[in-house]
C-alpha cells in the first residue's frame, strides 16, 4: 500500500523523482498530487477557477478529494525548470511555522508544475486595505481596528523572521504576501521566491531595476536587508491604509515612503494615520510602530535591524491591543 501523508496524500520520495525525471534533487518526502486529481477539482477545465495572476504563474482555487481546501499556484513550466521547481518544493516544504503559510502538495508530471498551499479565505492584507489586486473597481474590505494591524504586524514579523533563521531570503515581500486567517488577525507569510542568504539573490536578468514594497532596488541585489526594508513598507500600509505607490493621491504623496518620511520624523500622527480607525488609537503604540517602519527603512542596509529585533520592537505593542 502507498504511504500516505498527515493530510491523506499520496507521498513521493526524492529516489522516486530521480527515477521518474532523471535529475538530482535533495527533496525529502513530500505530498504528492497526481495531475488527473487537479484536473477533476479543478472543474475538469484545466485550471478555469482563476484567484490572481502572479509574475510567476496563476493561482487557482481547488478542494482536493481528501476535502483539503487549496490555492493551487500554476507555474510557468519555462520560468520554472524541473531541478528549480524541485528545489523550491523542497525548500518551501521545509518551512513549518504558524505564521508561514503551509506547503500541502505539489504535481510534477510533464511540463505541469504545480504547489498546492493552504487557502486564506479572508485573502491577503492587500485585499482588505486596498482592495484585491489586479481587479480594476475591486473595492477595500472592513477597517481593521489597531489591534487587529498589531497583531498582523507582528504575526508578519515573526514569519519572516523566521525565513531569515532558517538561512533564507523570502525576495517578495509586500502586503499581498501576507495572507490573512481566523478573524483577520492570524497573518501568515506566503508567495516565496526564496533564496539562501549565503548568496546574492539575482533577479530579473536584463532589466536595471525592480520595485521591492515601494522602493526601487537594483536587480541583483536582493537580500535580508531588502526584505526587511519591504517589511517597513507593509508597516506604512498598516499604519495609513495607503498603498506604496497610488497614482491617484495628490501630487506630492503618491509615493507612501517619500510622502511620510517627514511626518514620521516629526510625529505627525493624525496626518498620516488611517482615517478608517476614526481615532480609534493608541498614539504613542503608533508612534512606536511607526519608528520601527522607520528603522526597518533606512537608506544605509547595513543599518537595518534584524527580523529578530523587529519582532522584539513590536512585541509590547500587543499589549496596546489587549482591548476588544
Known sequence: M?????????AISADEFKAKNGCNTQMDTIPRIPADEL????????????ILDCFDGRLY?????????????????????????????????????GHVVDLLGCCVEGELRVLAYEYA?????HDILHGQKGIKGSRPGPALSWSKRVRIAVGAAKGLAYIHEKGRIHGSIRSSNVLLFGDS???KITDFDIH?????????????WFISGGRRVPSGQRSWTSDVYSFGVVLLELLTGRKPIDHTQPSGQQDLVQWTKTKLREYKIREYVDARMQGDYP?????????VAALCMRDEAASRPHMSSVVEALQPLLDSASLP
Open 61 to 97: 482555487y481547488a478542494v482536493l478529494k481528501s476535502g483539503q481546501v487549496t490555492a493551487v499556484k500554476k507555474l510557468d513550466s519555462k520560468k520554472q525548470p524541473l531541478q528549480e521547481f524541485l528545489a523550491k518544493a523542497s525548500m518551501i516544504s521545509s518551512l513549518r511555522h
Open 2 to 10: 502507498a504511504q500516505k501523508d498527515d493530510d491523506g496524500l499520496p
Open 196 to 208: 539562501s542568504l549565503n548568496k546574492k539573490a539575482n533577479f530579473l536578468h536584463g532589466l536595471k
Open 283 to 291: 498614539p504613542m503604540a503608533v508612534a512606536k510602530m511607526a519608528e
Open 185 to 187: 488577525e492570524v497573518a
Open 121 to 125: 479565505p479572508n485573502g491577503s492584507l
Open 39 to 50: 484536473m477533476e477539482v479543478t472543474d475538469q477545465s484545466g485550471f478555469k477557477c482563476s
